[in-house]
């Protein structure tokens, strides 16, 4: 190793001293994480009364039912959020006043509007079902923020290259879907699956208007009295789950980048070495 710039090469004080502190940070960590064990074993949340729950069907058939109503309304809320945001990011980069500002309205009030809200004002004043109204709050929040990620992804490319793209007498519509946005969409990749792994997170707000989605189904074994009411245990079955759906999110944007990466059309072209010769037309001729 090499010292650089922005970097010199510890000593062997300064290697000493680092590997002391993660010695430290590591006994930290491992007492913290003991203690947090102890606790539950004292507190006897490893009781078979409060796991017994899990083995029956009717319980499993609940958690399953719920898991799957979470991800139906996420899938909903995805897609619509998806939409909505492209809709409203080309409102805002249009040139005409009547398109551009009543998106930027809409963007900025539903931005600022807390999604928990909007999900009661659908559902109590305009009497909609759970789901529906579930879905529509999601995709209102959700949507304003991805169509700000569409637009600054978008004002990210190189202006010149939309530009040589008018040059070359393409239309707005083709620039934008030909040359902007597969450049774009490389780079608003992570914030997009940031965003929605949020989105799949505020499902669980659903359990607030009774929507049965999966952390609707964890309260209601939770708070049963015959099972001691086993809370922690219901939050180490259901936490790995949302975690494990998260990083299925981000495994997923990981493998949409490869892809994009091996893409031919996404691909550094070769070119070849400059060679001697004529480069316009009627200059001197070739050296033999």
């Keep these: 190793m090499t010292s650089t710039a922005l970097y010199d090469v510890p000593g062997p004080h300064t290697r000493r001293r680092h590997r002391l502190y993660g010695v430290i940070s590591t006994v930290a960590v491992l007492a913290l994480v003991g203690w947090i064990v102890y606790l539950l074993f004292d507190t006897g949340q490893f009781t078979a009364a409060k796991w017994t729950p899990f083995e029956y069907k009717g319980i499993q058939e609940l958690l399953l039912r719920g898991l799957g109503n979470t991800l139906k309304a996420f899938a909903c809320a995805a897609v619509l959020s998806l939409l909505l945001g492209g809709i409203l990011a080309v409102g805002r980069l249009s040139e005409h006043r009547a398109l551009r500002w009543p998106a930027t309205v809409l963007v900025e009030f539903f931005r600022a509007m807390p999604v928990l809200v909007m999900i009661f004002f659908i559902f109590v004043a305009l009497k909609v079902q759970p789901l529906p109204a579930l879905v529509a709050g ?90 001691d009411l086993p809370f922690i245990p219901v939050v180490m079955v259901i936490s790995p789950i949302y975690i494990g759906m998260c990083m299925l999110l981000s495994w997923f944007a990981n493998w949409m980048a490869r892809r994009q990466r091996r893409n031919p059309r996404t691909e550094a072209v070769d070119i070849a070495p400059a060679e001697p010769g004529t480069l316009l037309p009627g200059g001197p001729p070739e050296p033999r």
């Design 138 to 227: 999601l995709t209102l929040y959700n949507g304003s923020v991805l169509a700000e990620v569409f637009r600054a992804g978008i004002n990210s490319v190189e202006k010149g290259q939309r530009e040589a793209s008018y040059a070359l007498g393409m239309r707005k519509t083709q620039v934008m879907a030909h040359v902007l946005m597969p450049q774009a969409v490389r780079a608003m990749l992570p914030t997009i699956i940031s965003q929605l792994v949020v989105a799949l997170k505020d499902t669980s707000l659903g359990y607030l208007i009774t929507y049965e989605e999966f952390l609707h189904a964890g309260k209601l074994i939770a708070s049963n009295l015959d099972y």
